[in-house]
């Protein structure tokens, strides 16, 4: 059963502390997706990648966030230094980038709290 | 800009009950729409797709509409039960982009 796994599940830390969350994407989707979710501003696009090259990443906040993806079974989105502001849960999705039949493929979160 | 909207935020009903959930979007030019599920503390997981030549899906008692000339998509909940409690997501993809622009949900509690 092929799913997107995403690490840490959760993760406390300090403001100014650096944050790297991990995403494995299901194997064969050439398609990655990072996202947050808040109560507010429900859910929202930061980044994303076409095997492995980032075509927009307008929704992230440059001067501290960053993704990448150093190979096709890893992304990775860092916050540094973070802020309590970026508490949210973060999502990474997948998917075979077909537009019109294709869905995305979502991992379970990174549920993130900056104090 | 694509604008999505979901009403009613959020719904309680008995158990039993047929249900309609409802999706706007502003710009037409889209690819697809698609509805998810997604239960607390989880992430989301795709329940239907309806391309942009389709009028609807559907997937076992649930059934998904698109107007697309009006900019409207309905899901439709037959014989609602306890475990459909979730919040459902309608997402679209517009033309010429691969990124999907969520509407902010609907809280669906069904009580036995």
Same mark, same amino acid.
């Given at each position: 059963d092929a799913r997107v796994t995403q690490t840490p599940r959760h993760k406390v830390t300090e403001m100014g502390q650096e944050v790297t969350m991990r995403c494995q994407p299901i194997l064969g989707h050439n398609t990655v997706f990072w996202y947050r979710q808040t109560m507010m501003q429900g859910l929202e696009l930061l980044a994303y990648f076409r095997n492995r090259a980032p075509? &927009? &990443? %307008?929704?992230?906040?440059k001067d501290r966030f960053s993704a990448e993806m150093p190979d096709a079974t890893l992304a990775t989105l860092k916050i540094q230094? %973070?802020?309590?502001?970026?508490s949210a849960v973060y999502f990474c999705a997948s998917g075979?980038?077909?537009?019109?039949t294709d869905t995305q493929y979502f991992g379970p979160g990174t549920r993130l709290t900056v104090l | 800009k694509q604008e999505v909207t979901q009403i009613p935020a959020a719904l309680s009903v008995p158990e039993g009950e047929n249900l309609v959930l409802n999706c706007s979007f502003t +710009?037409?030019?889209?690819y697809n729409l698609q509805w998810f599920r997604q239960d607390p503390g989880k992430g989301l997981t795709s329940l239907l797709l309806i391309q942009s030549s389709q009028r609807e899906q559907t997937s076992g008692r649930l059934n998904a509409s698109l107007d697309k000339s009006s900019g409207r998509s309905t899901l439709y909940i037959a014989a609602?039960?306890?475990? +459909?409690s979730a919040t459902y997501l309608c997402a679209v993809l517009s033309h010429n982009t691969d990124k999907l622009i969520f509407g902010t949900g609907t809280r669906l509690q069904v009580f036995p």
């Open positions: 075509l &927009d &990443d %307008s929704g992230m906040p230094p %973070s802020e309590p502001r970026d075979l980038g077909l537009r019109g | +710009d037409s030019a889209i609602s039960q306890p475990g +459909d």
